[in-house]
């Protein structure tokens, strides 16, 4: 029994691998190289002249720069409005927490499509429409609702008596939330931050809505653009800009399984 | 100072900290939701002001040809995502759960996952591709299909990329069954062993039932993460050819961004929303369920 399971898995794993195994492959040939009728034989390896070629002509040199700065500044911002929601509404007893909390929440629980036109609208009026601080602005609120929600769970975790304690020893309850609440939550925000890095760096609707030049568009539009002139970029160098741009992704998901694995049980992504 | 005393200092401040998050959710995120339902019953191009059409978008969405289209292929998604992924996801982690390479072995179904929709549709385009990868592999071993157009006509299109989205999506699911069946208790399950269960009959009769509340999950997440199809579609097909294997997601930002039609794009948002909300319902109140008992 244990066998045939094994061996389930093994051909199944392969199949699943299959995809993986032509990307790479394909984005190593050479542009002169490829040839469609034999896409499953490896040839040569031109992979990092391919990365110069998708990093030159999708102009990912300055994609790549601003979408780090998204999946970093956003998600710390949320982190932070996010904790401090939840420190309001446990520690502080905010009145009616548990509605607040609700509302709070339920910022997400509908499709992104709900918000875009009047988001695309409304940049457009104030200026932020094509602006990294404007992709920035949208990033954090995206991410806020999940980081409260995470953030007033845990914060439920921690006895009560280290507030009293820490009001007692004559700490505001600005420094009590910075110097004693952040420092104990520190897994909880890594958790958080790389859940929400991941979803920023992966974003495509948001940035194809709110965005258009080389400058402001986050990494995924851009690649879009890539592959959709088939005719001026190479196959080789589509499936490189492809590897490229996962590469970051899947060696944070290696990293920090654990963190993925609690965040799906909280029902994100 | 007493407890009550402690509890007025920190409701009086409390929403000083809470504010921040209230603001940006309600500006950026509950402002627009109500503009958009606003303009659902509008015909409106966003530019001239939004004029009231009443239903009117609305009825568009059930007899406008390509709309029903985008209804049904919608529809075909959130069939094709509650299935294949699903099914899968608990095979492989019924499979590895208790296995000694276990970890291992669920890794090639994960990896995939830490890749976006947008690379996903790139990899899956190129491997559909007329006479590419498939194609290839298939007249390799002798079988039918060599030569398929895969994304070429409906509704072959949406099958092949639900196809691709189940690559990506069956290990996520894998590893929530697998969270389930670790909170199965372990000492029923040893006495129903010892009784002479086993295989298919010991996952019927003792696992499946404990894992209802976690199926419960991942298809509640399946039915929201289907209808908001998008990325894949738009990198794969952009919708077409035509609108062959255009999803109502993809024709809420083609009606928008394309036609100017912001009133039907809206239409089509508010009620891509409600039948969301409709299947959130379904694993919400288990998760608000689950914060209000510890809190």
Known sequence: ?269 | MSNQALDRTGARKAPLFGLPAVAVVALLLYLPLVWTTYVSFTDYDGLASPMWSGLANYKAMFSDPDLIGALVNTLLWVVGMVTLPVALGLLIAVLTYGHKWGTWLRLPFLLPYAISGVAVGVIWGFVLQPDGALGQALGFFGLPGAHTGWLQAGPGNTLMMIVAVTWQAAGVNALLFVVGLQSIPAEPLEAARLDGAEGFSLFRHHLWPQLRPITTVVIGLSIVGSLKTFDVVWVMTQGGPGTSSETLALSMYKETFVLNDYGQGAAIALFLSLVTFAASILYLRYQLGDAREQG
């Open chain 1, 1 to 269: 029994m244990s066998r045939v399971k094994t061996a389930v898995l093994i051909v199944l794993g392969l199949i699943w691998l299959a995809p993986v195994y032509l990307l790479v492959v394909n984005a190593s040939k050479s542009v002169d190289g490829y040839d469609a009728k034999t896409v499953w034989k490896p040839a040569g390896f031109s992979l990092f002249a391919n990365f110069g070629d998708a990093w030159s002509k999708a102009a990912l040199g300055d994609t790549l720069v601003a979408t780090t700065m998204y999946s970093v500044i956003a998600p710390v911002l949320a982190v932070l409005i996010g904790s401090a929601a939840g420190y309001a509404i446990v520690v502080l007893r905010l009145k009616r927490g548990f509605l607040w909390f609700v509302f709070i929440f339920g910022g997400t629980i509908f499709p992104l499509q709900m918000i875009l036109m009047p988001l695309f609208s409304g940049y457009a009026n104030s200026g932020l429409y094509d602006t990294r601080t404007g992709m920035i602005i949208v990033y954090t609120a995206i991410s806020v609702p999940f980081s409260a929600f995470v953030m007033r769970n845990f914060f439920t975790g921690i006895a009560r008596s280290v507030f009293e304690a820490a009001v007692v020893d004559g700490g505001g309850l600005f420094r009590i939330f910075r110097s004693i609440y952040l420092p104990m939550a520190g897994s909880a925000l890594a958790a958080i931050f790389i859940l929400q890095a991941t979803f920023v760096w992966n974003d495509l609707l948001l940035g194809l809505t709110l965005s258009q030049s080389d400058s402001v568009r986050p990494i995924m539009p851009a690649l879009t653009g890539l592959q959709s002139t088939y005719g001026g970029a190479s196959l080789p160098t589509v499936l490189a800009g492809g590897l490229l741009v996962s590469l970051p992704t899947v060696i944070l998901f290696l990293a920090a399984q654990r963190f993925f694995s609690r965040g799906l049980a909280l029902g994100q992504f």
